[in-house]
């Protein structure tokens, strides 16, 4: 073992350390107790069972419990990235000072307990609420909307608090997109939402990827929002694990739903990490510092559509001819055809 090999394990070894304890324990105690009997006088009887598993993945009660709450972690997720790609990239192309005013109202959520946040939406969004109150003062409706103690309700709440994850995570990657790119499309004619939507859009999916996953994972998570916003009538598979360590005392099921969460939590994961590397590799086909194979930056429009094979084989070839070989080489030996 080498020396460099023994620093690193030494300054990793606490944050190992730290995650074994206080994160992987836990989850092993949690999936061992998934697979007990449930014991209306002892919690659980620690007899190998299939039964909680069964339950749940045949109960149309918790099918319906993992469908709202995936949904719900989409629709924050779709949410928060119309409303953050905007401001990202505004923030990214902003002078200095207009800049740190626009991170500060962004990232103003953050500043702000949770709790406080949730209570400020239920003074905004009650029966006798702000907005409900304007509204009818303005005459616009005759009687107060139903805008709290729903879903609605439930995905502002979630939606104020994931916008600044989403919109960091952008920001990060848009500022290291070369402005040569969008100058030589602007150049050849391409309007700014074409630059904007072939170009800047493409190069960012990495930071669409790691935003979504962020704000997603917290979204199926949540609990403080779904229980204070949703008034008890929306119910996600968290607030449902809390029902049941809490109230029924049905740990095995309890225990299964957080196997269950967690599964949804790694298959999003996997389903988001896949879209930054293949972004990446496309990028670096027309990268400056690339000198395996180069391509022209006005074709960037073209090749970084979509980082698939087919797009690739649909590029002007007549042009690329001499490096068609290398570029298709490299998809396979990243990819695979």
Same mark, same amino acid.
């Given at each position: 073992?080498?020396?460099?090999?023994? &620093?690193?394990?030494?300054?990793? =070894?606490?944050?190992?350390?730290?995650?074994?304890?206080?994160?992987?324990?836990?989850?092993?105690?949690?999936?061992?107790?998934?697979?007990?009997?449930?014991?209306?006088?002892?919690?659980?009887?620690?007899?190998?069972?299939?039964?909680?598993?069964?339950?749940?993945?045949?109960?149309?009660?918790?099918?319906?419990?993992? #469908?709202?709450?995936?949904?719900?972690?989409? &629709?924050?997720?779709?949410?928060?990235?119309?409303?953050?790609?905007?401001?990202?990239?505004? +923030?990214?192309?902003?002078?200095?000072?207009?800049?740190?005013?626009?991170?500060?109202?962004?990232?103003?959520?953050?500043?702000?307990?949770?709790? +406080?946040?949730?209570?400020?939406?239920?003074?905004?969004?009650?029966?006798?609420?702000?907005?409900?109150?304007?509204?009818?003062?303005?005459?616009?409706?005759? #009687?107060?909307?139903?805008?709290? #103690?729903?879903?609605?309700?439930?995905?502002?709440?979630?939606?104020?608090?994931?916008?600044?994850?989403?919109?960091?995570?952008? !920001?990060?990657?848009?500022?290291?997109?070369?402005?040569?790119?969008?100058?030589?499309?602007?150049?050849?004619?391409?309007?700014?939402?074409?630059?904007?939507?072939?170009?800047?859009?493409?190069?960012?999916?990495? #930071?669409? =990827?790691?935003?979504?996953?962020?704000?997603?994972?917290?979204?199926?998570?949540?609990?403080?929002?779904?229980?204070?916003?949703?008034?008890?009538?929306?119910?996600?598979?968290?607030?449902?694990?809390?029902?049941?360590?809490?109230?029924?005392?049905?740990? $095995?099921?309890?225990?299964?739903?957080?196997?269950?969460?967690?599964?949804?939590?790694?298959?999003?994961?996997?389903?988001?990490?896949?879209?930054?590397?293949?972004?990446?590799?496309?990028?670096?086909?027309?990268? $400056?510092?690339?000198?395996?194979?180069?391509?022209?930056?006005?074709?960037?429009?073209? !090749?970084?559509?979509?980082?698939?094979?087919?797009?690739?084989?649909?590029?002007?070839?007549?042009?690329?001819?001499?490096?068609?070989?290398?570029?298709?080489?490299?998809?396979?030996?990243?990819?695979?055809?």
């Amino acid at each position: 073992m080498t020396k460099d090999t023994t &620093r690193s394990l030494a300054l990793l =070894g606490p944050v190992l350390a730290f995650c074994l304890v206080f994160l992987a324990l836990p989850y092993a105690v949690l999936l061992r107790l998934s697979f007990y009997r449930y014991s209306a006088l002892r919690l659980y009887v620690p007899e190998f069972t299939w039964a909680n598993y069964a339950a749940v993945m045949t109960d149309s009660f918790y099918l319906g419990l993992v #469908g709202r709450t995936v949904l719900l972690g989409v &629709r924050v997720s779709a949410v928060t990235l119309v409303l953050g790609y905007p401001l990202a990239l505004t +923030v990214a192309r902003a002078g200095p000072r207009m800049r740190v005013v626009l991170l500060v109202a962004a990232l103003s959520p953050l500043l702000v307990n949770l709790v +406080v946040r949730s209570y400020a939406w239920l003074v905004l969004l009650g029966d006798a609420g702000l907005v409900n109150r304007g509204l009818m003062a303005a005459g616009v409706i005759a #009687g107060p909307l139903p805008l709290g #103690g729903n879903l609605f309700s439930v995905t502002v709440g979630l939606v104020h608090i994931g916008l600044p994850l989403m919109v960091l995570s952008l !920001l990060a990657v848009i500022e290291r997109i070369d402005p040569a790119l969008a100058e030589a499309a602007g150049s050849l004619g391409a309007p700014l939402g074409r630059v904007v939507r072939r170009i800047t859009l493409p190069l960012s999916w990495p #930071g669409i =990827g790691a935003g979504s996953l962020l704000v997603f994972c917290f979204t199926i998570s949540a609990f403080v929002t779904p229980a204070m916003l949703g008034g008890n009538r929306v119910a996600t598979v968290s607030t449902m694990v809390a029902d049941k360590f809490t109230v029924s005392l049905n740990w $095995p099921v309890g225990a299964t739903l957080v196997v269950l969460l967690l599964a949804l939590t790694l298959a999003w994961v996997d389903t988001t990490l896949g879209v930054p590397a293949q972004t990446a590799f496309a990028q670096s086909l027309y990268s $400056p510092t690339n000198r395996e194979c180069v391509l022209p930056p006005e074709l960037a429009a073209k !090749l970084i559509a979509g980082p698939r094979v087919d797009t690739l084989l649909e590029a002007p070839w007549a042009v690329l001819l001499p490096q068609r070989d290398a570029v298709l080489d490299r998809w396979n030996r990243e990819f695979g055809l």
